[in-house]
């Protein structure tokens, strides 16, 4: 089993900065990559980042050059750095960490970007 506690998400005007973290316990051994997905009201949920254990990253194009996922492997967690948020970035973020008999989901965090 793996637990993943997500932070960091609240209000932030359009052009601010946030910083999720995602801290996973358990078995952490058995997780191959971690990522971010987020979701809004009637949508599905849609991948922002992914990060291997490799260190290898892959973006949607929505974020590109604004986020920046990263991993801390001693401390068991990681991160989105949020820069030049928009209010079409409005959503509640869900960490996810992937295994190989399954996916791990976090509580989400909301992230809400307005004036």
């Known amino acids: 089993q793996v637990q993943l506690v997500e932070s960091g998400g609240g209000l932030v005007q359009p052009g601010g900065s946030l910083r999720l973290s995602c801290a996973a316990s358990?078995?952490?051994?058995?997780?191959?990559?971690m990522g971010w997905y987020r979701q809004v009201p009637g949508k599905q949920r849609a991948l922002v980042a992914r990060?291997?254990?490799?260190?290898?990253?892959n973006y949607a194009d929505p974020v590109k050059a604004r986020f920046t996922i990263s991993r801390d492997n001693a401390k068991n967690r990681m991160y989105l750095q949020m820069n030049s948020l928009k209010p079409e970035d409005t959503a509640v973020y869900y960490c996810?960490?992937?295994?190989?008999?399954?996916?791990?989901w976090g509580q989400g965090t909301q992230v809400t970007v307005s004036s």
């Open positions: 990060i291997t254990t490799g260190g290898a990253t």
């Open positions: 358990g078995k952490i051994s058995s997780i191959y990559a």
């Open positions: 996810i960490a992937w295994t190989a008999s399954r996916n791990y």
